[in-house]
């Protein structure tokens, strides 16, 4: 069955750094466009970064451009997020999510968009 687990998260202070990551398992991860996305608490969830099937093509929410950094391995069937110059309003739950994607194609950038989820993995940032 369709699995992805992130992994990666923790606590950090304001101007560290962490990498998730996600592992995915049971489809065929080339055909695949995957997002990050987060949700604080009391807040709704909101998109982080999003990567195509052939990794051409990426987006970032303005709130992480220039700090975040969505990759994929598409060898080891695993899609990073690197987060550098954490800041405290980036603490939250952080979720992998994959959507079936024509090659080539940019890669949705709405939630409700994407067929599979992870768990999540809790980032949080404080001094």
């Known amino acids: 069955q369709v699995q992805l687990v992130e992994s990666g998260g923790g606590e950090v202070q304001p101007g560290g750094s962490l990498k998730l990551s996600c592992a995915a398992s049971?489809?065929?991860?080339?055909?695949?466009?995957f997002g990050w996305f987060r949700q604080a608490p009391g807040k709704e969830r909101e998109t982080v970064a999003c990567i195509s099937s052939s990794a051409g093509r990426t987006y970032y929410a303005d709130s992480v451009k220039g700090r975040f950094t969505i990759s994929r391995d598409d060898d080891e069937n695993t899609v990073f997020l690197q987060m550098n110059s954490l800041k405290p309003e980036d603490t939250a739950v952080y979720y992998c999510a994959a959507v079936r994607l024509t090659w080539g194609w940019a890669p949705p950038t709405g939630s409700h968009e994407y067929d599979h989820w992870g768990q999540g993995t809790q980032v949080t940032v404080s001094s």
């Open positions: 049971g489809f065929t991860f080339d055909y695949y466009g």
